[in-house]
């Protein structure tokens, strides 16, 4: 119950073209769904994030899609460029501790 | 640098050798959590502080794994006696209490056991 899935585990995308990574989760607890961004070496580093009472989220090129009734979220990169090759990680995270469930991420590759 | 901070960035150590990791937040967060990464994962949550209080531990955390965070500042992550699947990337981040609850995390400790 404590599981987020993620898919697809990897992504070709064409410049220019939109990425769609999607997530889902059992545990209706879960209030809070933050995507990341992780280099090789890196730590992740929060993209944007979205909470159940909206069904969309956008910040610049980085939409969420948000379905409460399916637990299911999404991420949508438009416009993706090179630079947005990294992997991706959705997590749901909510009660007293905010502690995040990670995804098993899904590794971007954006080709010129 | 106003970010979370994490020392060493990397750590090669023999078998049965103990290590410790420090873990500087960002000012003024009162929540750190430590979570530990392997290869092709997602990061899986180890243990989470509020202030100086250690208020939750994952199963995951062994009794040779042992964390602290005195006067609620920067944290330290100890493992004794270093297995090779103690083998992984160690991340801490840090977060507000209330309506702000981003996590914000930092560069990791890469730890090799031989």
């Known amino acids: 119950q404590q599981q987020v899935k993620q898919s697809p585990q990897s992504l070709i995308v064409q410049k220019g073209g939109i990425s769609i990574i999607n997530c889902a989760y059992e545990?209706?607890?879960?209030?809070?769904f933050p995507w990341y961004q992780q280099f090789p070496g890196k730590g992740p580093a929060l993209l944007i994030a979205i909470r159940p009472d909206v069904s969309e989220k956008k910040e610049g090129r980085f939409t969420i899609s948000f379905n409460k009734s399916a637990k299911q979220f999404s991420l949508h990169i438009m416009d993706s460029q090179p630079g947005d090759s990294a992997t991706y990680f959705c997590?749901?995270?909510?009660?007293?501790?905010?502690?995040?469930?990670f995804g098993t991420g899904t590794l971007l590759a954006v080709q010129p | 640098d106003t970010g979370v901070s994490q020392d060493p960035r990397h750590k090669i150590t023999k078998r049965g050798q103990n290590v410790t990791f420090r873990c500087d937040p960002i000012s003024e967060h009162n929540r750190l959590y430590w979570y530990r990464q392997t290869l092709g994962q997602g990061p899986e949550f180890l243990t989470y502080?509020?202030?100086?209080?250690?208020?939750?531990k994952s199963r995951l955390l062994s009794d040779r794994f042992s964390a602290e965070r005195p006067k609620g500042s920067f944290s330290t992550l100890e493992i004794q006696r270093t297995e090779q699947g103690d083998s992984a990337m160690y991340l801490c981040?840090?977060?507000?209490?209330?309506?702000?609850?981003?996590?914000?995390f930092g560069q990791g400790t890469r730890l090799t056991v031989v």
């Open positions: 981040a840090s977060s507000l209490v209330g309506a702000r609850t981003e996590a914000f």
């Open positions: 545990n209706t607890a879960f209030d809070y």
């Open positions: 502080f509020q202030n100086e209080a250690q208020l939750e």
């Open positions: 997590a749901a995270g909510g009660g007293a501790t905010n502690k995040l469930i």
